[in-house]
């Protein structure tokens, strides 16, 4: 990757919960100006600290960085709050797609462009964008957001991100919960994002097998620590990743004949 300007850097990273549970014991890497980077990991691994971390959501679990420094666009941000790292372009959509129920799909949208101080022109524009992205969400505009489906739900929560022109997405667990084939048009989507606008992408996930379809690289966290990185392609094809995050049994090892014998 050498030369590939980087956006994110995340070196030795070190976090606890109530000042005694450790949940990262020195999480380091870095994202490329529009890539797809996925975390990898188990239940607990440290991927949902790893984000909140990034984007200083710690502190409101009585979470805190002990060690390491988060870098964006070069900029040491383990102080600055969440407000100014959505106007620095920095926006996480949180696990479990939280929108305001009671809100219309528009209105959620809406209000993610709001901090932008954007004119209603602009707001408009970006809204006929998301719309553009997830036909779905325009058919759905009126509707109040709590009554609809998961996907449905999870697509508001994206694009109310992507109503603040992030250059950074964060997304946590995006498939949590749908089913297949939504998860397969969200990522699709993602990634059509991705290669049109450049968007740069870092997104925690459970769903090994999705997640290295569509990101560039990925990272696996086992216990708050990295234990493997790479190219998603690669990753692929490794029998480890392949027995333990990918639900695939490893390639049974050739049949022994007598014909395989050198001649005597
Ligand atoms: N608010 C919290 N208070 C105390 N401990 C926490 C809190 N959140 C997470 N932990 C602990 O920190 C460790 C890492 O959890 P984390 O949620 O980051 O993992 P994860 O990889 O995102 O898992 P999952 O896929 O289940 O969300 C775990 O041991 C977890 O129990």
Redesign the pocket.
């Known amino acids: 990757m050498a030369g590939k300007d980087v956006l994110l850097s995340v070196d030795g990273i070190k976090a606890t ?2 000042g005694a ?1 450790t ?1 990262l014991h020195g999480v380091s890497f870095t994202l490329h100006r529009g890539e797809i980077l996925a975390l990898l ?1 188990a ?7 790893t984000l909140k971390a990034i984007s200083n959501l710690l502190p409101a ?1 009585r ?1 805190e960085i002990t060690a390491g420094s988060i870098l964006y666009e070069g900029r040491d941000v383990t102080t600055a709050t969440p407000a100014q790292l959505v106007r620095a372009g920095l926006v996480q959509v949180l ?1 479990g797609r939280h929108c305001f129920r009671n809100l219309t799909i528009e209105e959620n949208l809406v209000s993610g462009g709001l901090g932008r101080s954007g004119s209603r022109a602009e707001i408009a524009f970006d809204l006929e964008k998301i719309y553009a992205l997830f036909p779905r969400l325009k058919e759905k505009r009126r509707a109040l957001a709590g009554l609809t489906s998961g996907g449905e739900q999870q697509m508001t929560a994206i694009g109310r991100a992507l109503m603040s022109r992030p250059a950074l997405l964060v997304l946590d ?1 995006p498939s949590m919960g749908l089913a297949p084939i939504v998860v397969q048009d969200i990522f699709k989507t993602l990634r059509r994002l991705n290669v049109e606008t450049g968007l740069s992408i870092l997104l ?1 996930e ?1 769903n090994s097998a999705i997640a290295l379809r569509y990101a560039d690289r990925a990272i696996v ?1 086992e216990s ?1 620590v990295g234990v493997l990185s790479g190219e998603a392609t690669e990753l692929r094809q490794r029998d480890d990743v392949k027995a333990f995050y990918l639900g695939q049994k490893p390639a049974p090892a050739p049949a022994f004949t007598p014909t395989s014998l050198p001649a005597a």
């Open positions: 919960y109530n549970i949940a990991g239940n607990g691994a440290g991927k949902t600290t679990e979470g696990e667990e925690a459970q966290l708050g």
